[in-house]
């Protein structure tokens, strides 16, 4: 369907454009772990979890928005 794939492309585009990607090698089961614990915590994925974690443990804000 070409309007799926054009929007597919958009989003693509944009995620490209504005964001920088990290990959983490995990042991198996560590993803499933980190989406539970995610939820407990009321965050809405990994991503959430993992970025909070992060500005918590290193005292910064990696949000654009705020570093602006």
Do not use: H, W
């Not at 980190?34 to 290193?58: H, P």
């Amino acid at each position: 369907d070409t309007m799926a794939t054009n929007r597919n492309d958009y989003i693509e585009k944009f995620k490209k454009e504005n964001y920088d990607r990290v990959v983490l090698q995990l042991p198996k089961g560590t993803k499933d772990f980190l989406k539970t614990q995610a939820a407990i915590r009321g965050k809405k994925s990994v991503t959430e979890l993992v970025t909070d974690a992060i500005e918590s443990y290193c005292d910064v804000t990696l949000k654009k928005a705020d570093r602006e």
